[in-house]
């Protein structure tokens, strides 16, 4: 019963943050939604006994994807939108359909499945020190493509980022 | 004590009886600090600190609490409402909760987490967004750039807090607070105690550690994010009254957090130095460590002058990544040569180690100087 | 634990939705990012719903997923977020409408 009330509030905030997130009009109260949606995420990875996911995930998206997030907003001038300008993209009547019909069949496809009914197994229990052993005995190869692939994300990143030198202005002879 | 009640609601009883100690003593803890923070400070530069209310003011926290409630809360015209009420709360919350994991004494730690560490960090990067929210929400252009100095730092800094703690738990072998302590509690010949800071590479870590907190929570000589000569007051300057108070308590309860994080890390947790002195009780080991890493918190801020911010960035991402990286290495080299044999083993497995942190130190010192300044000239009047 | 894996999967579901709509919807390349991301935890919210109802969860295998999801996703954002930005100081628009140069 508890477990329940738990779930549905946990997912009430999920669901409200990712709403705020894509409706409201100024993009650093869109952000700020999209972090309280994550938090509402990782709640509920905590209530499903995967305690190191829920942790790493409040670490890297509200700690980390919201800052950039936020600071992306801040260099596009994205703060101090016109309040008369339009927000939603010409399209905007494709889109919304689109993403019903996507929930539509989803949900379709979920309810039809009886398997999908069954309860949980008990005394479920994700170490952290299996969590490394897998990491490190099956999972090295995308361990380590993982890292080659943070490495080169982030030297793009920088680089993509880089504000050019301005080359001084020549005169031609 | 949650034995009494019914066995339903043991769990929910134990969390409150949790809250109910740690709040209180760290409410006190912060009270104590600020008045110690004053004295001290005052003494280091030659002067009294506070000492009109009550004996040597020490009745001065009462003094600034009733100040903070009774002024007047002022919220600017063009504020954002809710982001400008909000902050305050999202910076405070999520640092009560890092208390909870930390063990105070023997059997004293509210919760134990299998990934404990990481709940600490992350709760202490979840208090970031209320930075910038304060910033961004006081609709004011010194706000908004100390808020974005103090998230620069704060996320620069987070890269040597969380890689100079990563030895540590490779040589514990878990990431659950109360194994690490438990792996610091051997004694060595002469009955010393085998703490973390008494290796090469937990000295270096708690070096490190102890900066990277520094910059962490925004104290000298990383305060310029609300540096009162440099840019009015960053990201607190449109905040009075009781919310200009919980920026305050929430800064001071990251400091305790942290402290208690590098006490229970590096310097042994509950355990007393000495064998022989094992009949204190643990907590009053745990807090005379604690207490002696305020009182050096607080030198260094009496002492220091503030850093530039691009002083301060280039030291975290050029000198102390490329620091905590090889304090790594040095601590798979101590593990590594901790099965050698031999009767020379240790101090030779100490001298290497020693060397591989002292030298590159050195060496990187030496190159991110840059040109030193001619040697000076001294004028004197005639 | 009393409730069933299908309500996780709703949420899944659900989430995935409103990311989706969000993304397709918006004018801002910034909000576009944001539904991305939602999308991508919609997705890491099943496997770890999977992962916690399967019948060997000693294996680990929807977690490791779900770590290395995580992880992708966060050099994805960065990696588009400069792109934002550079393309912001050339264009000095975030508009996704406003990108047509290349209009045939």
Same mark, same amino acid.
């Given at each position: 019963m508890l477990n329940e009330i738990v779930f549905l509030l946990c997912a009430a905030v999920t669901l409200v943050g990712a709403v705020a997130a894509m409706m409201m009009r100024n993009l650093v109260h869109c952000a700020l939604c999209?972090? !309280? /949606? @994550?938090? #509402?995420? /990782?709640?509920?990875y905590l209530q499903l006994d995967a305690e190191f996911v829920g942790f790493a995930q409040v670490l890297i998206y509200v700690g980390a994807i919201a800052i950039l997030i936020v600071f992306a907003v801040l260099l596009t001038r994205g703060g101090d939108v016109q309040p008369s300008a339009a927000t939603t993209s010409p399209s905007w009547w494709m889109g919304l359909p689109v993403g019903a019909l996507v929930v539509a069949c989803l949900i379709g496809s979920i309810m039809a499945s009886p398997r999908l009914l069954r309860l949980p197994s008990q005394n479920v229990h994700a170490p952290v020190k299996q969590i490394g052993e897998r990491l490190m005995n099956q999972f090295v190869m995308p361990l380590e493509t993982v890292g080659l692939l943070l490495t080169a994300a982030l030297l793009g990143a920088v680089v993509i980022g880089l504000r050019e030198p301005r080359k001084p202005e020549s005169n031609a002879p | 004590m949650a034995g009494w009640f019914p066995t339903s609601v043991q769990p929910l009883v134990s969390a409150l009886l949790a809250i109910a100690c740690i709040m209180p003593l760290f409410g006190l803890c912060f009270a104590l600090t600020t008045i110690v923070e004053r004295k001290v400070l005052g003494r280091m530069q030659n002067r009294f600190g506070p000492n009109r209310v009550g004996p040597y003011g020490l009745l001065q926290p009462l003094a600034d609490g009733v100040k903070m409630l009774t002024k007047e809360d002022i919220v600017p015209f063009s504020a954002d409402k809710t982001l400008h009420? =909000? $902050?305050?709360?999202v910076l405070t919350v999520p640092v009560w909760l890092a208390f909870a994991v930390l063990p105070i004494g023997r059997n004293? &730690?509210?919760i134990q987490l299998d990934a404990g560490i990481l709940f600490f960090f992350a709760v202490g990067s979840a208090s970031e967004l209320?930075? @910038?929210m304060a910033g961004w929400s006081s609709q004011n252009k010194y706000s908004l750039v100390g $808020?974005? +100095?103090?998230? $620069?730092?704060m996320i620069s800094y987070e890269v040597p807090l969380v890689l100079s703690v990563v030895p540590v738990l490779m040589l514990a072998g878990s990431l659950e607070l109360n194994d690490i302590v438990a792996a610091q509690g051997t004694y060595t010949i002469g009955g010393l105690a085998c703490w973390n800071v008494f290796t090469p590479w937990g000295f270096a870590g708690l070096m490190l550690f102890l900066i990277a907190a520094t910059a962490e929570s925004n104290r000298s000589p990383f305060d310029l994010p *609300? !540096? *009162? &000569?440099?840019?009015?007051? !960053? @990201?607190? %300057?449109e905040y009075s009254g009781f919310k200009y108070a919980l920026f305050f308590l929430g800064e001071y309860l990251g400091l305790f957090a942290v402290t208690g994080l590098a006490v229970t890390l590096f310097l042994g947790g509950w355990h007393a130095p000495f064998q022989w002195l094992e009949w204190v009780p643990s907590w009053l080991w745990f807090a005379g460590k604690f207490g002696a890493l305020i009182f050096l918190f607080i030198w260094v801020r009496a002492t220091l002058p503030r850093l530039r911010l691009d002083q301060l960035l280039n030291y975290a991402w050029r000198f102390l990544v490329p620091l905590c990286l090889i304090n790594l290495l040095v601590a798979a080299v101590w593990y590594w040569s901790g099965t050698?044999? &031999?009767?020379? /083993?240790?101090?030779? +497995?100490? =001298?290497?180690? $020693?060397? =591989?942190?002292a030298l590159p130190y050195h060496g990187l010192a030496r190159i991110l100087r840059g040109a030193l300044p001619p040697p000076r000239k001294y004028s004197y009047a005639e | 634990m009393t409730t069933p894996l299908a309500n996780y999967l709703i949420l899944a579901a659900l989430l995935f939705g409103i990311g989706l709509a969000g993304a397709l919807a918006r004018r801002n390349a910034v909000l576009v990012l944001i539904g991305l991301e939602l999308m991508l935890n919609a997705a890491n919210l099943n496997f770890i719903a999977f992962w916690r109802f399967s019948p060997h969860p000693?294996?680990? %295998? #929807?977690?490791? @997923?779900?770590?290395f999801s995580i992880a992708i996703a966060a050099a994805e954002v960065a990696v588009g977020l400069a792109l934002v930005i550079a393309i912001y100081r050339h264009r000095r628009t975030a508009q996704l409408d406003r990108f047509d140069s290349l209009k045939g």
């Amino acid at each position: 019963m508890l477990n329940e009330i738990v779930f549905l509030l946990c997912a009430a905030v999920t669901l409200v943050g990712a709403v705020a997130a894509m409706m409201m009009r100024n993009l650093v109260h869109c952000a700020l939604c999209a972090a !309280g /949606a @994550f938090a #509402g995420l /990782a709640a509920i990875y905590l209530q499903l006994d995967a305690e190191f996911v829920g942790f790493a995930q409040v670490l890297i998206y509200v700690g980390a994807i919201a800052i950039l997030i936020v600071f992306a907003v801040l260099l596009t001038r994205g703060g101090d939108v016109q309040p008369s300008a339009a927000t939603t993209s010409p399209s905007w009547w494709m889109g919304l359909p689109v993403g019903a019909l996507v929930v539509a069949c989803l949900i379709g496809s979920i309810m039809a499945s009886p398997r999908l009914l069954r309860l949980p197994s008990q005394n479920v229990h994700a170490p952290v020190k299996q969590i490394g052993e897998r990491l490190m005995n099956q999972f090295v190869m995308p361990l380590e493509t993982v890292g080659l692939l943070l490495t080169a994300a982030l030297l793009g990143a920088v680089v993509i980022g880089l504000r050019e030198p301005r080359k001084p202005e020549s005169n031609a002879p | 004590m949650a034995g009494w009640f019914p066995t339903s609601v043991q769990p929910l009883v134990s969390a409150l009886l949790a809250i109910a100690c740690i709040m209180p003593l760290f409410g006190l803890c912060f009270a104590l600090t600020t008045i110690v923070e004053r004295k001290v400070l005052g003494r280091m530069q030659n002067r009294f600190g506070p000492n009109r209310v009550g004996p040597y003011g020490l009745l001065q926290p009462l003094a600034d609490g009733v100040k903070m409630l009774t002024k007047e809360d002022i919220v600017p015209f063009s504020a954002d409402k809710t982001l400008h009420f =909000l $902050a305050p709360l999202v910076l405070t919350v999520p640092v009560w909760l890092a208390f909870a994991v930390l063990p105070i004494g023997r059997n004293m &730690s509210a919760i134990q987490l299998d990934a404990g560490i990481l709940f600490f960090f992350a709760v202490g990067s979840a208090s970031e967004l209320a930075v @910038f929210m304060a910033g961004w929400s006081s609709q004011n252009k010194y706000s908004l750039v100390g $808020a974005m +100095r103090a998230i $620069a730092q704060m996320i620069s800094y987070e890269v040597p807090l969380v890689l100079s703690v990563v030895p540590v738990l490779m040589l514990a072998g878990s990431l659950e607070l109360n194994d690490i302590v438990a792996a610091q509690g051997t004694y060595t010949i002469g009955g010393l105690a085998c703490w973390n800071v008494f290796t090469p590479w937990g000295f270096a870590g708690l070096m490190l550690f102890l900066i990277a907190a520094t910059a962490e929570s925004n104290r000298s000589p990383f305060d310029l994010p *609300e !540096g *009162e &000569s440099e840019i009015i007051a !960053g @990201f607190l %300057t449109e905040y009075s009254g009781f919310k200009y108070a919980l920026f305050f308590l929430g800064e001071y309860l990251g400091l305790f957090a942290v402290t208690g994080l590098a006490v229970t890390l590096f310097l042994g947790g509950w355990h007393a130095p000495f064998q022989w002195l094992e009949w204190v009780p643990s907590w009053l080991w745990f807090a005379g460590k604690f207490g002696a890493l305020i009182f050096l918190f607080i030198w260094v801020r009496a002492t220091l002058p503030r850093l530039r911010l691009d002083q301060l960035l280039n030291y975290a991402w050029r000198f102390l990544v490329p620091l905590c990286l090889i304090n790594l290495l040095v601590a798979a080299v101590w593990y590594w040569s901790g099965t050698w044999k &031999s009767p020379v /083993a240790v101090p030779v +497995r100490w =001298l290497v180690c $020693a060397a =591989l942190i002292a030298l590159p130190y050195h060496g990187l010192a030496r190159i991110l100087r840059g040109a030193l300044p001619p040697p000076r000239k001294y004028s004197y009047a005639e | 634990m009393t409730t069933p894996l299908a309500n996780y999967l709703i949420l899944a579901a659900l989430l995935f939705g409103i990311g989706l709509a969000g993304a397709l919807a918006r004018r801002n390349a910034v909000l576009v990012l944001i539904g991305l991301e939602l999308m991508l935890n919609a997705a890491n919210l099943n496997f770890i719903a999977f992962w916690r109802f399967s019948p060997h969860p000693e294996m680990l %295998t #929807g977690l490791m @997923f779900v770590l290395f999801s995580i992880a992708i996703a966060a050099a994805e954002v960065a990696v588009g977020l400069a792109l934002v930005i550079a393309i912001y100081r050339h264009r000095r628009t975030a508009q996704l409408d406003r990108f047509d140069s290349l209009k045939g």
